[in-house]
């Protein structure tokens, strides 16, 4: 079993989940993604990484990212029942 820090994906105190994963980009989106992060830390005043305007970015893409969990999760099909034999 992987000890704690090496999980891909663990529960944060607000709520949410943290979900660790490696992407290829190309140049251009992390371009892209470099901007979004200097748009970040002029709104916020303080330094944005990358990881963090990577973030921002899917919650601003995704539909009512962050509310609704629940109805969305009540949408999907029910999961397929463990055997049991």
Same mark, same amino acid.
């Given at each position: ?23 290829? /980009? ?5 371009? +892209?993604?470099?901007?979004? =992060?200097?748009r970040? &830390? #002029?709104?916020?005043? $303080? @330094?944005?990484?990358?990881d ?5 970015? /899917? ?5 009512? +990212?962050?509310?609704g969990? =629940?109805?969305?999760? &009540? #949408?999907?099909?029910? $999961? @397929? ?5």
């Amino acid at each position: 079993m992987n000890p704690p820090a090496n999980l891909p994906i663990q529960a944060l105190p607000n709520g949410e989940a943290e979900l660790r994963l490696v992407v290829q /980009l190309t140049w251009d989106d992390i371009a +892209a993604l470099g901007k979004q =992060a200097s748009r970040l &830390a #002029a709104q916020h005043k $303080r @330094p944005v990484s990358l990881d963090e305007a990577a973030s921002d970015r /899917l919650r601003t893409r995704l539909p009512d +990212a962050g509310q609704g969990n =629940a109805q969305r999760m &009540a #949408a999907l099909p029910p $999961r @397929p029942a463990a055997n049991t034999a």
